[in-house]
């Protein structure tokens, strides 16, 4: 069963704090996080799928998975002091890689990568108590050419067909974004209207006109990981989405959101 | 330049050099390596002299131009802060 859906912002500021932030602004993000795991404890549920996009942390230029699932026993990951290790609901990680292949989806899978902030910084805040299981899913979002938005929408619809056929209650998170560029001169610059766009879209559940926007417009737009979006959304469908934050900070827009599927 | 994406493929070429980023970003080890003798770390490694130069100098220009990955040369260099002023985070 597929109950609950939402999207997190994952920017590693929000964990480490540095003196560069504003305070109130991170303080009101990890209050939007805190609903969140009210929500998750109130669904229930038996195991949280996660799809985010390794930032060069398991996957480097040896090998590069467009699209990749979790299916050891358990993964953990390392960020300076921050150390994490998550237990996989490795029945539901089977049933997605064998599932989603006979779907027509060539998936990679990983019984031993290692787990990057993308996946931990929004469970850190997120995580229901007591603690459920995961499936980290992976969508290649930094290392180009990297999979059409219209190819992560599709791989959603599939992932929401296979999770809604599975006994367990399963919540699906898509970590990351909004609108930030890490590493380049646009730094100091996000998009936040494109962002505020978007959400107004989502909030009329027009979900789906993420899936026609091309890998250049992300780009551009300091978007490359709504990939992860997109492929939460394929699952989705038209449902509107419940904006709980959107917190334009002087790097990132960060955004925390949830659907009902 | 403008019409150029933020995040290019990352040329064959800079294989070496992204490998060296990549290990200061995520390889604890190397990066201390790197930070008791950053000359030896990145022989370790086969970073040409050029390469080299540009890390030592800390010039990202220089490095993307030599096909470095910008989120790797961001990362590599919050790590390698993060390892010499532990003590710049969580201010609250």
Redesign the interface.
């Known amino acids: 069963m597929l109950v609950g859906a939402f999207a997190c912002a994952h920017t590693p500021q929000l964990l ?4 560069t ?1 504003d ?1 109130d602004l ?2 009101r993000v990890h209050a939007a996080f805190a609903r969140v795991k009210r929500r998750l404890e109130a669904l229930r549920v038996d195991a949280l799928a996660i799809v985010a996009g390794d ?3 398991a996957f ?2 040896d090998a590069v998975p467009a699209l990749a699932v979790y299916v050891g026993t358990e993964c953990a990951g ?1 960020f ?2 921050y150390r994490y290790r998550f237990p996989i609901h490795e029945p539901l990680a089977r049933s997605i890689v064998e599932q989603g292949v006979e779907r027509g989806f060539d998936l990679f899978y990983t019984q031993q990568a ?1 787990l990057d902030y993308a996946f931990y910084v929004p469970l850190h805040f997120t995580m229901p108590e007591p603690a459920v299981p995961i499936v980290p899913l992976h969508v290649n979002v ?4 990297q999979p059409t938005p219209r190819r992560c929408y599709e791989w959603g619809r599939a992932l929401g067909e296979i999770l809604r056929a599975r006994p367990e209650r399963v919540a699906f998170m898509a970590s990351g974004g909004m609108s930030h ?4 001169d ?2 100091a610059s996000p998009e936040f209207e494109y962002d505020r766009r978007l959400l107004d879209a989502l909030k009329d559940g027009r979900g789906r006109e993420l899936a026609a926007v091309t890998g ?1 417009e992300l ?2 737009m ?1 978007n ?1 990981e709504l990939r992860t979006w997109a492929t939460l959304l394929g699952a989705l469908g038209d449902a509107k989405a419940d904006v709980y934050c959107y917190e334009p900070s002087w790097h990132h827009g960060n955004a925390v959101v949830e659907w009902v599927p | 330049m403008n019409d150029q994406p933020h995040y290019r493929f990352p040329p064959a070429s800079a294989y070496r050099l992204n490998r060296c980023l990549f290990a200061l970003k995520s390889d604890d080890g190397f990066r201390a390596r790197f930070v008791k003798d950053a000359r030896a770390a990145m022989g370790e490694l086969g970073l040409d002299a050029a390469d080299a130069a540009a890390l030592l100098r800390g010039d990202r220009d220089a490095l993307l131009a030599r096909g470095a990955h910008p989120y790797l040369v961001f990362m590599a260099d919050l790590r390698l802060r993060m390892e010499r002023e532990p003590v710049s985070f969580e201010f609250f």
């Open positions: 480490a704090r540095p003196g932030e305070r991170v303080l930032h060069v942390e480097f230029l390392t300076g002091r290692p930094y290392l180009p050419p560029f890490p590493g380049t646009r730094y250049e780009d551009k300091g490359i």
